[in-house]
């Protein structure tokens, strides 16, 4: 990869369904990682991503790469969220915001003419050398899951 790529920020959070307790991105050089940062557990679109992601799964596995939901809510919340919907990718917890406005996906929202603070639906592919290789923002969850993957095996 090219020296001209940005290195992520790193981080330290709490994690769901890992064996770790906590993650720390610097600590998992040398292996290819997908960050998905969405907005709430348990909502329509952020329950179809992570149940996109979680279906794939197995395939970024095998070649090598971990995935990550982050979003703002607790661990209890991940649990529930994991538990009710069946799901096994890892969910960080950046419930101080830290990680999510490092990585700069802490916006101003609209809805329905009110303005509010949220996270906007963002993913990361960091290579093993904890480089940015690419990112997608503003995502739309239909295909995307897929189209990651696609860019990951092409690390």
């Not at 661990?75 to 950046?94: I, R, Y």
Request: proline fraction near 4%.
């Amino acid at each position: 990869m090219s020296d001209t790529l940005e290195l992520a920020p790193d981080f330290t959070l709490p994690v769901e369904g890992a064996d770790e307790a906590e993650i720390t991105l610097s600590a998992l050089r040398g292996t290819p990682v997908v960050l998905f940062f969405y907005p709430r557990d348990d909502t329509s679109g952020c329950t179809k991503e992570n149940e996109a992601f979680t279906a794939l799964q197995g395939d970024f596995e095998k070649i090598g790469v971990r995935v990550f939901g982050i979003s703002k809510d607790s661990l209890a919340s991940h649990e529930k969220f994991m538990a009710k919907k069946s799901l096994t990718v890892p969910l960080l917890s950046d419930e101080n915001g830290t990680a999510s406005e490092d990585f700069g996906v802490w916006k101003e929202k609209n809805m329905y003419g009110k303005k509010y603070m949220g996270i906007e639906r963002s993913t990361f592919l960091i290579d093993a050398e904890g480089r940015i290789a690419k990112e997608w923002r503003k995502v739309k969850v239909p295909g995307h899951a897929e189209e990651v993957l696609e860019a990951a095996k092409a690390l």
